[in-house]
């Protein structure tokens, strides 16, 4: 990669991938277009950041060459779409992340996290580390998984748990960093299979379902999954990272966000979902963000409110809060 002038901190890029053939819904590949047409930019720079370039990527050209799979491999819906898509994705996100201060990437179905957070890991000079915000785990391999929907794979491939890169189209991926299990954390699963489960704690990611976001609350849960993560391997902090929120709309109850397309009850509150982002935004470490699985074509007609928050947990990524924040007497002395 060429050497380039440091990015603006307060400088963002804007890439839509409004791809949706990791799972079988159609409408999610109109969630960036739908995000962008309902004043992303706008209410980015009313927060005063400078939009330095926006993308929005077309899928529908690909190359998919017609290499077939290899039979002793499980099976992937759409592989060479989806390996396609990525692909592109990965270089995209790769060229732009040294050009601002935080880079947003608007989906489209999870599986675009595959090229995101690999592109993005490339181009980061820092450690990486990835908040994973979702009402599922995504750590399906091709071989437990059922549906064999990419969408449910993309942290297990992130990881190295199965080797995506023997799959058609997906040969690229063997030129990108993986991620460390022990360097995510996953906030707000509910629907977990049970051979996934036991994957994930194989792995070691860190994992914390609703369960401890109704016994401890969603400050302690966040702020345990930063230090967790914000650690070196001796276990000292680290002077320098970058966090990376990869954020499922879905992680929200469809009470609240219904326009999505593997909607869960008993999902995150308003308030908790807005709270895991400006916790992030607070530490200064957050750097890039996925926001992804809104479908302008499933649940309500009126979809304005799914849009919005989408919008809002954003905006709330980037800095956006009530008020100043205040140290209250008595708590939280000494952190």
């Not at 060459?65 to 898509?85: K, R, W, Y």
């Not at 976001?213 to 276990?235: P, R, S």
Request: aromatic residues 6%; negative net charge; glycine residues 8%.
């Amino acid at each position: 990669m060429t050497d380039v002038s440091p990015p603006s901190p307060r400088t963002v890029n804007i890439l839509g991938a409004g791809f949706n053939l990791g799972q079988p819904l159609p409408g999610v590949q109109e969630g960036p277009a739908a995000l962008l047409e309902n004043h992303l930019m706008e209410r980015i720079q009313a927060l005063g950041w400078s939009v330095h370039e926006v993308r929005n990527l077309d899928f529908s050209h690909l190359n998919l060459g017609n290499q077939s799979l290899s039979p002793d491999l499980a099976p992937i819906h759409h592989v060479h779409e989806a390996g396609a898509a990525c692909r592109l994705i990965a270089h995209t996100a790769e060229m732009m992340t040294p050009t601002a201060g935080f880079n947003l990437v608007i989906g489209g179905d999870h599986s675009i996290a595959i090229g995101s957070i690999a592109g993005i890991s490339k181009a980061s000079s820092e450690n990486l580390r990835v908040i994973w915000v979702d009402a599922h785990a995504d750590f399906n391999t091709p071989t437990s998984s059922k549906s064999h929907n990419l969408h449910g794979m993309p942290l297990s491939a992130l990881t190295n748990v199965f080797d995506l890169a023997q799959y058609p189209n997906f040969e690229f991926f063997a030129h990108y960093p993986r991620l460390k299990p022990e360097h995510v954390a996953i906030i707000g699963a509910r629907s977990v299979d049970p051979p996934e489960l036991t994957l994930l704690e194989e792995a070691g990611v860190h994992l914390y379902t609703m369960t401890e976001i109704d016994e401890y609350g969603i400050a302690a849960v966040i702020e345990d999954a930063y230090k967790q993560l914000a650690k070196d391997e001796n276990g000292e902090p680290l002077t320098s990272c970058h966090f990376h929120l990869s954020y499922d709309i879905d992680a929200l109850d469809p009470s609240i966000a219904p326009n999505t397309g593997t909607c869960v009850t008993g999902g995150l509150t308003y308030r908790e979902a807005h709270y895991i982002a400006e916790y992030m935004s607070q530490t200064k470490c957050l750097k890039s963000m996925d926001l992804v699985e809104v479908n302008p074509v499933l649940g309500k007609a009126d979809y304005g409110s799914t849009i919005n928050i989408a919008l809002e947990l954003i905006e709330s990524a980037l800095g956006k809060r009530i008020a100043s924040p205040r140290k209250l007497l008595g708590v939280r002395e000494g952190k």
